[in-house]
């Protein structure tokens, strides 16, 4: 081997390979494991971090991904934007950011352009490419749709407006307990909740549909996540709202969107279509399964 091929090549110069996230993510979860320490402990402060991230769950599936990311339901430019305030209480970057990423994520799945594939590792996927300074920034055109609105893009610069605003609500109705149980230790288990749908959920559980990604159906991810385990339905059928497509593949999120649609919240809400779900179950149905009928939620519109 001659000497110049195995020098080490120094000509990868990186400032920085972490992104200014990494402060707050640590401190957070400092504070979240120090709650027995710092806090009163009581199976109703545990109900409280409970309650709060499965509030807050509900508004990343249906805000974040199923409206922003996905636009799978229209809904008016005032509940636009309290679904993009809600996401953002979950601390994961701002609507604008994380719609863009997204979008990549289906755009590029699997590839090496995906930011946060399991190929590059479990770790990567899981929280390495949101500490990374690699993805601090967005791709514009990958939203325009999104980027019109001044509103959005004001919340998408102050993304930590709302947690500020939720830990300030959680102190003044409950003191300092509230605020260490119903925003550290509820965010920390808010962040690793959602972050086991990019990660475990590309490797771990069934796949119905032969995508061109690792994607997979988990139903304790679909229980943990109000129904973003269903992961190789979404990748299958993008522009469904519901991500559960047998009636007892649990999808909180889905219901809760059927709810908005009766009092009038939104509309146009997209479903996959009937001969997609008539295939799965005639699918099921050669392998031996049991087939039950199509619930009328999953009915399209
Ligand atoms: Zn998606
Ligand atoms: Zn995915």
């Not at 992104?19 to 957070?28: G, M, R």
């Not at 967005?138 to 959005?152: A, G």
């Not at 003191?175 to 959920?201: A, E, I, P």
């Amino acid at each position: 081997m001659s000497e110049q091929t195995a020098a080490t090549p120094k000509t990868e110069e990186m400032a920085s390979p972490f992104s200014s996230l990494i402060i707050p993510f640590a401190t957070v979860h400092l504070l979240a494991f120090a709650a027995p320490l710092i806090a009163h402990c009581s199976w109703k402060l545990a109900g409280l971090a409970l309650g709060v991230y499965y509030a807050r769950m509900a508004a990343i599936t249906i805000g974040y991904h199923r409206y922003f990311a996905h636009k799978t339901f229209r809904t008016s430019r005032a509940f636009q934007f309290v679904l993009a305030f809600l996401s953002q209480t979950s601390m994961q970057r701002g609507v604008l950011w994380w719609s863009a990423h997204h979008r990549d994520h289906h755009r590029y799945s699997d590839t090496e352009k995906d930011v946060h594939s399991p190929m590059r590792g479990i770790f990567w996927s899981h929280v390495g490419w949101i500490l990374s300074s690699e993805h601090t920034a967005f791709d514009e055109s990958r939203i325009k749709d999104l980027m019109k609105y001044p509103e959005l893009r004001w919340l998408n610069t102050w993304h930590l407006v709302p947690p500020a605003a939720l830990g300030v609500a959680l102190f003044l109705v409950g003191g300092w307990d509230y605020l260490v149980w119903g925003l550290f230790v509820s965010t920390v288990m808010l962040w690793h909740g959602t972050f086991l749908v990019n990660s475990l959920n590309h490797l771990w559980g069934t796949r119905r549909y032969a995508t061109t990604d690792t994607s997979r159906n988990n139903p304790l991810i679909a229980v943990l996540t109000m129904g973003e385990g269903w992961h190789n339905n979404h990748h299958y059928y993008q522009s469904s709202a519901n991500q559960g497509f047998r009636w007892w593949e649990i999808d909180g999120s889905f219901y809760l969107i059927r709810l908005f649609q009766l009092v009038g919240l939104v509309w146009d809400v997209r479903t996959a279509p009937r001969k997609i779900v008539e295939n799965t179950i005639k699918a099921a149905a050669q392998r031996g399964e049991r087939v039950m009928p199509i619930g009328p939620m999953l009915e399209a519109d």
